[in-house]
C-alpha cells in the first residue's frame, strides 16, 4: 500500500485524429495537461484532501478552453450551452451532481455545493443554479463559453447530417 | 468532458467530472458524467472514477460502478477491472471512449478503446506525465 499519493486527469477521449493534430496544437495540450496536473499536485503535496485535490483540477479543466467542458464546453443544436458536473468524496460516498446548467463559470463548484449545501445528490436547471448563487459562486454570461472552434464544430455537424454525409466517428459522439 | 481522480496521504480517495456533453446534442440530453455509477464514482473501499466518451454506452453499462464492483466482489485488481470494464464490454456493445481510475491502493489504471484520450497522471515519488494517443 502506497503513503504517497496518486493523481490523474482527463481532457477527455475525443481527441483530434491523428493527421488533424498539429505539432503546435499537441504541444499546447501537453503544456496545459502539465500545467492542471501542477495543480491538483500542489493541493496534495502539502497535505490535502483528494477532494479538493479534484474539485481545483476539473476547475482549472473547465476553464481551459482546449477541453470540452466550462469554458470551450460544445454547444447543443440550438446553439446554447448545457453543462454536468459531478463530484464524490470515497471517505463518506458523499456527492453532488448538476445536470442542464448554464451560467456558473465552474458547473463543478455547484456539484460540490450541492453535495455540501443540501441533502441531494442531483440536482437540474433552475433549482441547480438557486443552489450556484445561494453558494456565492461566480456567474458567466454565454460569451464566455464561446469558442469559434465549437461554433464551428456545431455548424459543421448541422450541415453534414443536413446533407445526410454525417459518419459515425465515435470522437464525435464524445463532443 | 473533462475528469480528475486522486487519492491523498491518508488514503482518501475522490472523483470529479465535467462536460459540454455532445456537438449538436438535444437540448435536454445529459450524459454520463454527473450520474453517479456510470461516469463518476468514488468509494475508500476500492477506487475512483471519471469517464469519456459515449455516454449513452457508459450509462447502460453502469461503467464505473461495475468497476467497483468486480474489484470488491471478484477480488480483481483496478486496472483487470478498468481495463474488462473499457476494452471488452464498451467495445462490444458498440460504445467508445476511456476513464481514469485511481486505486485504494494508489495504482492508476488509463484504459481507452478509441483513438485517443487526453489525459495526465502523477504518482508521489514515481511516475509523471501527460500523453494524447
Known sequence: ?175 | TVGAVARDRDGNVAAATSTGGMTAKRAGRVGDSPVIGAGTFASNATCAVSATGDGEAFLRLSVAHEIDARMRLAGADLDTAARGVVIDDLTAIGGSGGLIAVGADGAISLPFNCEGMYRGWSREGDDRGTAIY
Open chain 1, 1 to 175: 500500500m502506497s503513503t504517497g499519493f496518486s493523481l490523474a486527469i482527463h481532457g477527455g477521449a475525443g481527441v483530434l485524429p491523428t493527421a488533424d493534430m498539429t505539432q503546435e496544437r499537441a504541444a499546447r495540450t501537453h503544456a496545459a495537461l502539465d500545467r492542471i496536473l501542477a495543480v491538483g499536485e500542489a493541493i496534495l503535496l502539502r497535505g490535502g484532501s483528494a477532494l479538493d485535490a479534484v474539485d481545483a483540477t476539473v476547475c482549472a479543466l473547465e476553464d481551459e478552453p482546449l477541453f470540452n467542458a466550462g469554458r470551450g464546453a460544445v454547444f447543443t443544436r440550438a446553439g446554447t450551452h448545457e453543462m454536468d458536473a459531478c463530484i464524490m468524496d470515497g471517505r463518506t460516498r458523499a456527492a453532488g451532481a448538476v445536470a442542464g446548467i448554464m451560467g456558473p463559470r465552474n458547473p463543478v463548484r455547484t456539484a460540490r455545493a450541492v453535495m455540501e449545501a443540501t441533502p441531494h445528490v442531483l440536482m437540474i436547471g433552475d433549482g441547480a443554479l438557486e443552489v450556484a448563487r445561494a453558494a456565492d459562486l461566480p456567474f458567466e454570461d454565454a460569451d464566455y463559453f464561446f469558442t469559434q472552434e465549437r461554433r464551428d464544430a456545431l455548424d459543421s455537424t448541422l450541415a453534414m447530417e443536413a446533407a445526410g454525409t454525417l459518419d459515425d466517428d465515435p470522437s464525435r459522439r464524445h463532443g
